[in-house]
């Protein structure tokens, strides 16, 4: 479009682009002068006025009524120029209601992520490939004992109970490989009071639309009360991983096989093979006297109640 300023200011020409893009004509335009405004949704006439008295080559962005009553979402801009040695503006509109929709969508997206990352009742952060905790909500906090500005100034890394923190590395390695698209573990974790407490770990990895690492996703649900803590004990004198270990205290708790690979998120088979382990390294033949060398040597903890007998 191009709009004549002097002598009398008017439109002085009306491209056919004006039809697919708001359904009027451009005669339409040359027979109603005040159509250009006419059009503007009366929620952005204001605005579009004050913005042209301030700046008459600034760039609009607003809502247009097409002719057929569709409410668009329109760019119009605009630059002065000299026709036939008279002042004009002319202006380009463009029709950008896919992208305004396609960012409203995008934020409103990032909006309840927001709020369910602050408000999630289990632990959240959004963690850097290094490691770096970048974002914390107050689940998180509470379950650390730390601020937020304290779990911002340091790593998973620092907060991981040692003898969890190799399995932590291996499954983040692979992640970041491409051999896996995330993983979920239990680990322990040492509170700013010293205590040791157990979560269970569920990470994603976020990539860049080229496929490169950006940051990772963590949830954190505490299990503590559901796992007794494993005494601190150096695992290789005995040959054993801390999952075997995991095992024998469920044994110890009364779990049976499928109960067990329930709660630790593995098939019976797997349980299986690593109490056949068991009962090889600590020398015995039944599940409880794995039991029962497991806590004479300090390995567990047999709760009040009687062992349970063998399966």
């Not at 005040?34 to 006439?45: A, K, M, N, Q």
């Not at 029709?95 to 709020?115: G, M, P």
């Not at 020398?283 to 300090?298: D, E, F, K, P, S």
């Amino acid at each position: 479009m191009r709009y004549r300023l002097e002598p009398q200011p008017g439109l002085e020409f009306v491209s056919p682009s004006s039809l697919p893009i708001l359904g009027y004509r451009p005669d339409e335009f040359y027979a109603s002068p005040t159509l250009g405004l006419e059009i503007v949704h009366p929620e952005d006439r204001e605005r579009l006025e004050v913005e042209c008295t301030r700046d008459p080559e600034a760039t609009f962005v607003g809502r247009a009524i097409r002719k057929d009553g569709r409410v668009r979402w329109i760019e119009r801009r605009q630059k002065k120029v000299a026709y036939r040695r008279r002042p004009y503006l002319e202006a380009t509109l463009r029709d950008i209601t896919v992208h305004h929709e396609a960012a409203e969508a995008l934020r409103e997206s990032e909006l309840r992520f927001h709020t369910a990352f602050e408000r999630a009742p289990i632990g959240m952060a959004l963690v850097a490939v290094e490691g770096d905790l970048l974002k914390v909500n107050e689940s998180l906090c509470a379950f650390l004992g730390y601020s937020e500005d304290e779990l911002c100034r340091t790593s998973w890394q620092a907060l991981t109970h040692p003898d969890d923190l190799l399995a932590d590395l291996a499954s983040v390695e692979a992640t970041l490989a491409g051999r896996i698209d995330g993983y979920t573990m239990e680990k322990r974790y040492i509170r700013k009071d010293g205590e040791t407490v157990i979560g269970r770990l569920n990470v994603s990895l976020v990539r860049s639309p080229e496929g490169e690492p950006r940051y990772f996703i963590s949830q954190l649900e505490d299990i503590t009360s559901l796992r007794p803590v494993m005494p601190s004990v150096p695992l290789d004198e005995f040959g054993l991983t801390q999952r075997q270990l995991e095992i024998l205290q469920l044994l110890a708790n009364g779990k049976s096989t499928s109960e067990i690979a329930e709660a630790l998120h593995i098939s019976k088979t797997t349980v299986r093979n690593h109490i056949a382990h068991l009962l090889t390294i600590l020398g015995v033949h039944t599940r409880i006297q794995a039991i029962m060398a497991g806590n004479r040597l300090g390995l567990i903890r047999i709760p009040d109640n009687e062992p349970p007998e063998d399966a």
